[in-house]
């Protein structure tokens, strides 16, 4: 039978192992850390571990942990999507935004009372945060760039010229759109590119700072 300590007990492991997530987190700067798991997996494991005492059993009656489970699962959803970001083309915070998960529903794990099992899964998520991002470095992977060049009217290059300029850089080309715009007149291309080798853009980019008609550009990698 539960317990007021069993409520207690539960919720400061919680606390702890999310906690131990959260410094992880926090080491790499990121927007959520030690505080901000710590709480959450505290709040999954105390609203959980409250449902199942006896008191609040008989007031509510059966299937409240269920019901509440659906309540966590629900508002962390809000918490998580306030850590991804939108910068330019490139969307950052998903990891952060899946972690946070992670903690909550480790924390619900504990407050029912599976201890073996949120300490497993808190190392489990502790080993995927600090191993998995070595290893996803080291895969071959392709790295895509959303380009736009503005060029002077008067000097501009045409497509096929363009088109061999991103070639020569190891990049793979989309379709392009264009635009005409501004006084003086630019001629301005845009596109996605990609390549095997992130080394390139760098290439790419002292190419462009070397061209005299190259009124603007931007380079914007995508990734998390």
């Known amino acids: 039978m539960m317990t007021e300590w069993d409520v207690v007990v539960r919720s400061l492991v919680a606390l702890i192992a999310g906690g131990a997530i959260g ?27 409250a449902s199942q005492y006896e008191v609040f059993a008989n007031t509510h009656g059966g299937g409240e942990v269920t019901r509440v489970i659906q309540g966590i699962v629900t508002g962390i959803g809000f ?22 998960w992670v903690a909550s529903a480790i924390g619900i794990v504990i407050g029912i009372g599976s201890h073996l099992s949120g300490a497993v899964a808190s190392v489990a998520t502790l080993i995927a945060l600090a191993t998995l991002r070595r290893l996803e470095d080291r895969l071959p992977s392709q ?70 008609a190259v009124a603007h550009f931007r380079l914007s990698p995508s990734r998390d």
């Not at 410094?23 to 709040?43: K, M, N, Q």
């Not at 918490?79 to 946070?100: D, M, P, Q, Y």
């Not at 001629?187 to 980019?205: E, G």
């Open 23 to 49: 410094l992880e987190r926090s080491f790499h700067g990121r927007a959520a850390g030690l505080r901000t798991y710590a709480l959450v997996c505290f709040g999954s494991a105390l609203l959980v571990a």
């Open 79 to 100: 918490l998580g999507a306030g850590v991804i970001v939108k910068e330019g083309f490139s969307v950052r915070g998903l990891t952060t935004s899946a972690s946070i």
């Open 143 to 212: 790295s895509f760039v959303h380009v736009e060049v503005e060029f002077e009217r008067a000097r501009a290059i045409d497509e096929a010229a363009f088109r061999d300029l991103v070639r020569r850089h190891g990049f793979a080309m989309r379709e392009m759109s264009y635009r005409l715009h501004g006084s003086p007149p630019l001629v301005q291309y845009r596109t996605v590119i990609w390549s095997s080798r992130p080394d390139n853009v760098s290439a790419l980019q002292r190419t462009l700072l070397e061209m005299q």
